[in-house]
């Protein structure tokens, strides 16, 4: 029943064989993805295999546009609640994303239903006047279009309406309505 060995290499070598070992804990990213591609420090996971990886200049974006691409339906719930959570649950959804750690790690878990695209501002950043007239664009453009009419035309373009708001001889909603419904009834 007991084996007697002559030199430790050969009881080393019998106890390796019995001996083996399980990882029971969350799996490395690094040794779990290893097709990732170092840049900079930041190892990128593309989903294509020609894309290229963006070059870096300067700091990364503050903010993302997200995409969904897949549909909701079979979906784990952990990742319906994380769609929810971001905005992205309705049909055609696009949401703007800030760019901090907690947002990144949502991101990840839904990497397969989503594009990413970094915002970028072209001609700067909005500032509160500008809400009104910015956009943005499929790319990730953010844009803000500016006036190139003078104050003096849009006050007196304002002005001209409220005056014909406030107008006596405006035709109120109900004589409208009769006015509409006569002409319906006897168009000849």
């Known amino acids: 029943m007991f084996k007697v060995f002559q030199s430790s290499a050969t009881l080393g070598q019998h106890l390796k064989g019995l001996v083996t070992v399980r990882h029971y804990g969350k799996p490395n990213k690094k040794f779990l993805y290893k097709d990732g591609i170092l840049k900079d420090q930041i190892y990128y996971y593309p ?8 070059a870096l200049e300067g700091e990364p974006a503050k903010l993302f546009r997200v995409t969904r691409l897949k549909p909701v339906k079979g979906l784990p719930y952990w990742e319906k609640r994380i769609l929810r959570g971001l905005g992205l649950f309705e049909n055609n959804a696009v949401a703007v994303v800030k760019n901090i750690p907690e947002n990144n790690a949502r ?8 594009e990413i695209q970094p915002i970028t501002f072209k001609y700067g950043e909005p500032t509160e006047g500008d809400i009104e007239r910015t956009f943005l664009k499929e790319d990730g453009e953010c844009v803000v279009v500016r006036k190139l009419e003078a104050v003096e035309v849009a006050n007196t373009r304002l002005s001209a ?28």
């Open 161 to 188: 309406a409220e005056e014909i708001r406030h107008a006596k001889q405006r035709m109120d909603g109900e004589t409208l309505r009769k006015d509409s419904r006569l002409k319906w009834l006897n168009a000849w």
């Open 107 to 114: 991101l990840w878990k839904v990497k397969h239903l989503v």
């Open 47 to 54: 989903r294509d295999n020609n894309r290229e990886i963006p």
